[in-house]
């Protein structure tokens, strides 16, 4: 049976020259259906190096329902995408690790337009969409450090990055988080940092536009943030000299309105914030504290249960996300804890977790993550 979004299922659609032009067999020998298979079984990132093998496979990967095929194939496996910063050139890099394999990839460089965009990005991603979407930043303007509103996409099926609609506002040190297919930025950087207002739009990768929200009404000292079921939750956390209790608001994409984040969410967000399952985790920074779970329906944070992130390998800064009840926390050097979450088996522990640590290659020693996301390829 023929795959669905197959050449054989297109060709009806073309013209006799472009039809002659297409003819050409994926694999000579083959039945196309078993052809297309073997293609849609090609691990990021070859599709986009088996695009240079013929017109034929370069029309097939490049086909848009090709990747949603993968995808509802189950072939699609997920991905750690890092940004890193390297010390000894004070640049930046995109690293992709497969976390089966344990293979690592460098992915081509960013289109910036000045200099250097290395500080205050914020990033998001359309995970089982294969895309990474990487906004704003200060960069390095006639020697001085400006913010930029730039919007960078990375889709895994092509490898390659494009440079989309600007933001509506230069932007730094800000949020971004996906909702529903969308992209939401929260927060913008004036010239100082007493220019920070809470500006918030909202980018449809389908038309290439921006579309101003509401505003969160409040100025963030510093912003973190996090979309569980649909919703983006945006905090500024503890800063010292923890005088005052941290500020918070949520957005719901539906009414678009922000309201107030609850005490006592806000009070116990006390580390980096990763959404498994529709939960929202938080993984202290310092200290040895163990990881915690947010209770919604009593306001609460339990701690998780098992073992602790092994600190002895992990040094700070951390970058996190995760999937597929799986978190992965990547450190100073790109070494990364996969935390593996399951049930609790008792009264005392709702979840538990069990940590495995996948060190990194010498080469990255100079290396500090900036942003962790994880993309289907």
């Known amino acids: 049976m023929p795959i669905p979004g197959s050449s054989s299922t297109t060709m009806g659609t073309e013209g006799p020259e472009e039809s002659d032009k297409n003819s050409e067999p994926l694999i000579p020998g083959l039945p196309e259906e078993i052809a297309e298979l073997c293609l849609l079984f090609l691990p990021y990132p070859y599709q986009a190096l088996a695009r240079s093998v013929s017109s034929s496979w370069k029309r097939t990967i490049t086909d848009a329902s090709f990747l949603i095929y993968k995808t509802a194939l189950s072939l699609s496996l997920p991905y750690i995408f890092i940004l890193a910063f390297q010390e000894s050139t004070a640049s930046i890099q995109w690293q992709s690790l497969d976390p089966r394999s344990r293979r690592w990839f460098v992915l081509p460089p960013m289109p910036c337009p000045i200099a250097a965009c290395q500080s205050g990005i914020a990033c998001a991603s359309l995970p089982r969409q294969g895309k990474l979407f990487v906004l704003g930043g200060n960069g390095l303007r006639s020697g001085a450090e400006t913010a930029t509103h730039t919007t960078f996409v990375y889709a895994t099926s092509t490898n390659q990055w494009s440079v989309t609609s600007p933001m509506p506002f230069k932007r730094s040190f800000f949020a971004a988080g996906s909702i529903k297919g969308k992209i939401v930025a929260v927060g913008e950087s004036g010239p100082s940092t007493t220019d920070q207002i809470a500006a918030a739009d909202c980018y449809d990768p389908e038309s290439?536009?921006?579309?101003?929200?509401?505003?969160?009404?409040?100025?963030?000292?510093?912003?973190?943030?996090?979309?569980?079921?649909?919703r983006m939750y945006v905090t500024e956390g503890w800063t010292w000299p923890f005088r005052y209790s941290p500020r918070g608001g949520v957005y719901d994409p539906d009414e678009n309105r922000w309201r107030m984040m609850s005490k006592g969410m806000r009070e116990g967000w006390s580390g980096l914030s990763v959404v498994l399952g529709g939960r929202l985790f938080v993984i202290p920074e310092y200290g040895d504290c163990p990881m915690k779970v947010y209770v919604p329906d009593d306001d609460t944070w339990r701690y998780v249960g098992g073992e602790k992130l092994p600190r002895e390998a992990m040094k700070r800064p951390f970058a996190v996300n995760g999937v597929e009840g799986r978190i992965y926390v990547v450190s100073r050097g790109l070494h990364v804890a996969v935390g593996k979450v399951f049930e609790g088996n008792n009264k005392k522990w709702e979840f538990r977790v069990e940590w495995e640590v996948m060190a990194a290659p010498e080469t990255f020693n100079g290396f500090s993550p900036l942003n962790c996301q994880v993309l289907y390829g």
């Open 208 to 230: 290439d536009t921006w579309t101003e929200v509401a505003t969160l009404g409040m100025r963030l000292v510093r912003y973190d943030s996090a979309v569980v079921e649909n």
